[in-house]
C-alpha cells in the first residue's frame, strides 16, 4: 500500500522545486542520473583521500565566499535607499 502515497510525495516534491526556484537543478541532476547510475555499475575506482581533501578545500572556499559576502553587506547596509519617480528602491 506504500505506492498509494507516492503521487502525493511527488505532487509536494514538485511544489517545493517551484517554490525554492530548483526546477532547473532538478532538471540538470535528473539528466546526470544516467551517468551516475553507469558509474556506481562500473564500480569505478575513487581516490578517497583526494576527495576527502577536495571536500575540504571546497568548503573552506564557500565558508571565505560567506564571510566576504556578509563583510560587504555590512558595508553596504549604511547606504541609504533612493527612490525614484517609479517608486523603486535601491
Given amino acids: 500500500m506504500d505506492v498509494v502515497v507516492f503521487p502525493e510525495i511527488y505532487r509536494k ?9 530548483l526546477e532547473d537543478v532538478f532538471k540538470m541532476e535528473m539528466a546526470c542520473l544516467p551517468g551516475v547510475i553507469w558509474l556506481e555499475l562500473s564500480e569505478i575506482k575513487v581516490d578517497l583521500t583526494s576527495l ?7 568548503k573552506d572556499e564557500i565558508a571565505d565566499s ?6 560587504e553587506l555590512k558595508k553596504k547596509k ?9 517608486g523603486c528602491q535601491y
Fill in 13 to 21: 516534491q514538485q511544489q517545493k522545486l517551484v517554490e525554492f526556484g
Fill in 52 to 58: 576527502e581533501l577536495l571536500k575540504k578545500e571546497t
Fill in 66 to 71: 560567506e564571510i566576504s559576502v556578509k563583510k
Fill in 78 to 86: 549604511g547606504i541609504k535607499a533612493s527612490t525614484t519617480s517609479a
